[in-house]
């Protein structure tokens, strides 16, 4: 099993940034992907990203490509969500979720989700 915790969401202003972070805690010898999606009010989740820990490799939606960036920090157990160019519409609930592997972005490949961290991005 996994156990996924996220946080540092909060109030972000148009063009700034926000890092989210992802703790993850591995109850059983599992090898996690770690995926970031988001759910504005009234829309489905989205997938935004995944990070493959055998390689390092990471996946993008393009609607976050070159804004958002993935990152890990082993020692932590620990993955972030750096957002960059943040836009109105980023704003959301922000959950990270865990996978054996990055196959794809749809909701219903991740096992574990963590609680959610909101984002609102106003002037």
């Known amino acids: 099993q996994v156990q996924l915790v996220e946080s540092g969401g909060g109030l972000a202003q148009p063009g700034g940034s926000l890092t989210l972070s992802c703790a993850v805690t591995?109850?059983?010898?599992?090898?996690?992907?770690i995926g970031w999606f988001r759910q504005a009010p009234g829309k489905e989740r989205e997938g935004l990203g995944c990070?493959?820990?055998?390689?390092?490799?990471?996946i993008y939606a393009d609607s976050v490509r070159g804004r958002f960036t993935i990152s890990r920090d082993n020692t932590k157990n620990t993955v972030y969500l750096q957002m960059n160019r943040l836009q109105l519409d980023d704003t959301a609930v922000y959950y990270c979720?865990?996978?054996?592997?990055?196959?794809?972005?749809?909701?219903?490949?991740?096992?574990?989700w963590g609680q959610g961290t909101q984002v609102t991005v106003s002037s």
């Open positions: 979720a865990s996978d054996s592997g990055c196959y794809g972005l749809d909701v219903g490949e991740f096992d574990y």
């Open positions: 591995i109850l059983e010898d599992y090898w996690w992907a």
């Open positions: 990070l493959n820990p055998r390689d390092g490799t990471t």
